[in-house]
């Protein structure tokens, strides 16, 4: 699946685990289940790690990892369902995760920004994703009204003259 990063594509060098988890894991950037975490002491583990986050759960089951993870992946199963959205904020705002917030699933070019704005960094689209599009989108609005994770100005303080 290309990866979208800042509008480009870029490689992909993260490694999904699913199922049983090899013992001993493969080298390189791993992204594991969550529920793999309480499994493990993941302090032992040497090479990058991500996670893949449920969109069910609440983010706090995140809090005692947090600071060893490199990448959170959070998944949108359907377009109407927008709880990633949410963990997305939540994780870069009361978790104070600086790595790459990924995000997966049945998202839209229309929510690129969107995606941006709460948080995410990159972005895994389907083969059959229409690349421009992605990367048109990510300079459809140059101003906000709502507040973000970026900390830029916003629209909300400015007045209309009539």
């Known amino acids: 699946m290309p990866l979208l990063k800042n509008g480009e594509i870029m490689p992909d060098s993260w490694m999904v685990l699913e199922g049983d ?6 080298q390189g950037s791993i992204i594991v ?6 499994e493990i002491d993941i ?17 706090d089951a995140l809090k005692p ?16 369902d ?20 990924r995000a997966t699933g049945h998202i839209l070019s229309d929510q690129y920004q969107f995606l941006i704005r709460v948080g995410f960094t990159t972005v895994s689209l389907p083969e059959t994703a ?15 009204y709502q507040p973000s994770v970026l900390g830029e100005k916003r629209l ?5 003259k009539v």
């Open 21 to 26: 988890i090899p013992s001993p894991l493969p």
């Open 33 to 38: 289940p969550f529920g793999y975490l309480s």
């Open 43 to 59: 302090n032992t583990i040497t090479q990058p790690l991500g996670v893949s986050f449920p969109c069910d759960q609440d983010i």
């Open 65 to 80: 990892y947090v600071d060893r993870l490199e990448l959170i992946v959070l998944h949108f199963p359907a377009f109407k």
């Open 82 to 101: 927008g709880r990633a959205f949410s963990q997305a904020r939540k994780i870069r705002e009361q978790l104070k995760f600086t790595g790459e917030l």
């Open 130 to 144: 229409n690349i421009k599009s992605w990367q048109q989108a990510m300079n459809d609005f140059t101003e906000a």
């Open 156 to 160: 909300s303080g400015l007045r209309w």
